[in-house]
């Protein structure tokens, strides 16, 4: 059965884009999947493909392997609703949350198909998802990052094994050893401004991420269920400057 489910936020921004970054950058993305007739085990994204959209005050990020469609490609798109609550702000005073672990979730609007769309009072900043359109060529697979999951016992959500470089503040939750809380959260080291004409260093876009990964088709409909089933476990890493250029699907 092909996934219903669509992260409305980042169709809709697609949709509106003016300019787009495609630029060359660091990262990295490891990790365990449990995809159902498609993927079990160990999982390297390997991306070298980076790309961002600022619109209205969010940014939408892709991280993908190889510079093909998001139809015919493999990689993650990062959604942060609001830079301004994030990015620090010297002419307001405002620190920012730079390099401080924050939640990732669902954004407001993505449900299963037929679950009505809730009121949420504190939705998270960030929104993830994992596309597999490369190697699942026979379904469409869509994970989303999600608060909480549920850890089972088969191994699905084992730790990264590969140790992580970056020494920043935030990222330490990626080199911890164990399969860990079942929580998800990014750290942000730099976010772009949305500033036409930003310095390189307000260009930059840089953090990194622990998530764990469900179906929203197993989130519990009335909310008051267990949290869904572990699919997923990633680790990873991002760094790269926001580049105007031409849109294209958004992203070419």
């Known amino acids: ?38 993927w079990t085990g160990g999982y390297e994204l390997r991306p070298d493909f ?19 469609s998001e139809t015919f490609s493999d990689g993650i798109n990062i959604l ?17 949350k730079y390099n401080e672990q924050l939640r990732v979730g669902l954004p407001p609007g993505v449900t299963p198909p037929g679950v009505p769309i809730r009121p949420t009072k504190d939705p998270p900043l960030v929104g993830m998802s994992l596309f597999m359109q490369r190697s699942c060529r026979t379904q469409n697979v869509l994970l989303y990052a ?43 080291q730099s976010l772009y401004s949305g500033d036409e004409f930003a310095s390189a260093a307000d260009r930059r876009i840089k953090g990194c991420f622990d998530v764990y990964l ?30 105007r250029g031409r849109p294209a699907q958004p992203f070419p």
């Open 1 to 38: 059965m092909r996934i219903a489910v669509a992260l409305t936020s980042c169709l809709a921004l697609a949709a509106l884009v003016v300019a787009c970054s495609v630029s060359e950058g660091d990262g990295r993305t490891t990790g365990s999947l449990n995809v159902p007739n498609c």
């Open 50 to 68: 980076f790309a961002a959209v600022f619109h209205k005050g969010s940014l939408q990020i892709r991280i993908q392997n190889g510079s093909d």
């Open 80 to 96: 942060v609703s609001d830079v301004a609550k994030i990015r620090p702000n010297p002419d307001t005073g405002f620190l920012g």
């Open 146 to 188: 999600v608060e909480q999951v549920t850890i089972t016992t088969d191994g699905t959500c084992a730790a990264d094994p590969v140790a992580n470089t970056d020494t920043a503040a935030g990222c330490a939750a990626s080199t911890t050893a164990g399969i860990g809380s079942g929580r998800s959260t990014i750290s942000f």
């Open 214 to 243: 469900a179906d929203p088709r197993e989130i519990s409909q009335d909310g008051a269920g267990p949290a869904p089933p572990c699919r997923g476990h990633l680790r990873g890493t991002f760094d790269f400057f926001y580049e």
